[in-house]
T-cell receptor
């Protein structure tokens, strides 16, 4: 069965420090991978999605970047955190259309609560 | 641009009242549709999903949703809410385009049910 791991669960970082959040998926291959941010009162905002190794699409301009060095690994990074980067970050995966035949849903990690101080 | 709109940001109801939360999406291609619920302090939980077939979908906890393709809508309903339904509700859509799919969420609706 497929599982998704996301860590760390909580993180407190000073302004200006770097960030690296990691997400890995097991039990599937070539998944679509997503990073979302949930800020208070703003719902779940799609930050990045990836359809394959090295293929990253950015949905919103921001202080963050994403990378996919391996098929089932998705990393969210920042060189210098801002106070406004605080929030709840959620990784998710779904099957690619070639696997799901247009019937697919997303599966979520447990999330990372990031507080920038 | 592709988007998902939830019409109500905050809804307040009394117990036993009926609930309908609106959701519209802007995309002309194939979609899969979802409603998620997030109870206070908890993670997202899938309420129901629509892939194809009968446009009226029944989910957990007495919720149902109707897909109206001509209106690009997927409204969530429950005939009689309970205090335990107090939560935030998210409509989500997986869009299929070429060789990829993309999952986007609405901004959410906070539901408060008063005893």
């Amino acid at each position: 069965s497929q599982t998704i791991h996301q860590w760390p669960a909580t993180l407190v970082q000073p302004v200006g420090s770097p960030l690296s959040l990691e997400c890995t998926v097991e039990g599937t291959s070539n998944p679509n991978l997503y990073w979302y941010r949930q800020a208070a009162g703003r719902g779940l905002q799609l930050l990045f999605y990836s359809v394959g190794i090295g293929q990253i699409s950015s949905e919103v301009p921001q202080n963050l970047s994403a990378s996919r060095p391996q098929d089932r690994q998705f990393i969210l990074s920042s060189k210098k955190l801002l106070l406004s980067d605080s929030g709840f970050y959620l990784c998710a995966w779904s099957e690619s259309p070639w696997q799901s035949y247009l019937n697919t849903e997303a599966f979520f990690g447990q999330g990372t609560r990031l507080t920038v101080v | 641009a592709q988007s998902v709109s939830q019409h109500n940001h905050h809804v307040i109801l009394s117990e036993a009242a009926s609930l309908e939360l609106g959701c519209n999406y802007s995309y002309g291609g194939t979609v899969n549709l979802f409603w998620y619920v997030q109870y206070p302090g908890q993670h997202l939980q899938l309420l129901l999903k629509y892939f194809s077939g009968d446009p009226l979908v029944k989910g957990i906890k007495g919720f149902e949703a109707e897909f109206i393709k001509s209106k690009f809508s997927f409204n969530l309903r429950k005939p009689s809410v309970q205090w335990s339904d107090t939560a935030e509700y998210f409509c989500a859509v997986i869009l299929f385009s070429g060789g990829y799919n993309k999952l986007i969420f609405g901004a959410g609706t906070r539901l408060a049910v008063h005893p």
